[in-house]
């Protein structure tokens, strides 16, 4: 709880609705059943007014809760991008990979323990896996990685402040980039949405391949395909969620990125417009087939010339000598000259 009040006014009215506004109503059921089962009849209506007014309070306390914490998140912002140094994959291929242990709750609330996964909370910190890939298209033959940290505030410079705050672990290795399986937020930030945004930029042609801890440490959508928005801040949380494009992810799949910044599995047929399936080819059957096609193209042009010079050759003497092939047509075809000679 000590990483969700910023005022003591905030710990006051939550815990407030709680016992008013939820609890109070419970028991008053819970009474108003059991004096109707044991028959139980009060000719004044004290318990009634009292029921009645703890609950007004409920709602205050409610009301007052609800105001403060949407005070407290009604700005998104993200900090800029930080670029994350690499080291260009060798063969073009990137393997993405988280190298740190799955985050669990290592608490003492042992009811919680059957959904564990995927947050941690102690003294002094709150762990967990609110993490996004974005994979887009690079604008040059390179490999880019950016971060992008994330938060909801009060203002704007609140928001950015506690994004700013927000620690992820990320690094690179030879082809390698390294992961963290949560983003942590410290006990002074509190809990306001906190995330992360993780940005790789891939030249057409390179692949990617995204290792099972991918899959086991984030969320199954955490991959997604990246679709390029304006950038006005009041509009961001829209970008960074609502407008990416879900990417089914298979593990240990070589990805490569095509011309329209969309990753494809070469392996596995693509539906085209006309319904047919095709297989994705790898960039050395492309341009073979590229220059069959041509080839083709070039055989195609050369017989229409051929076929056009030799019908302008045949008109023209068509042309000259249509006199004499018509009459030695007619003598030569007529059923008197038989006759005459």
Known sequence: MAFLWTSNIQKLSAWGTLLFFITVPVVAFMTWLIR????????????????????????????????????????Y?????????????????????????QVRYSGSMWWIHDDNAGWDITDDSLRYNNVKIRVGKSDDSLFHVHVFKYSTGSSLSDAQNRAARTLFNISSQDTILNLGSALTIDRRSKFRGQGVIVQIEMPVGKRINFNESVLDSYNPWVVRKEVRGGQYWGRRWRSDWDYDDFFNLEADVDYVMGKDGVLFNPLKPTKKDNGDYRYENNDDDRKNRKKEL????????????????????????????QGDVASVDRIAYSPFTTLLN
């Open 77 to 101: 912002e993200r900090t800029d991008a930080i670029d994350v140094p690499i080291s260009q994959p060798s063969k073009g291929r990137m393997i993405v990979r988280v190298n740190e242990p």
């Open 36 to 75: 109707r089962i044991v028959q139980v009849r009060s000719r004044n209506s004290h318990l009634s007014w009292i029921f009645g007014g703890l609950w007004v309070v409920g709602w205050v306390c409610a009301v007052v809760f609800a105001a403060s914490i949407a005070k407290d998140v009604r700005v």
């Open 294 to 321: 041509q080839d083709q193209l070039k055989q195609i042009e050369q017989q229409e010339k051929q076929d056009s010079v030799q019908k302008n050759s045949e008109n023209k003497k068509g042309g000259t000598k």
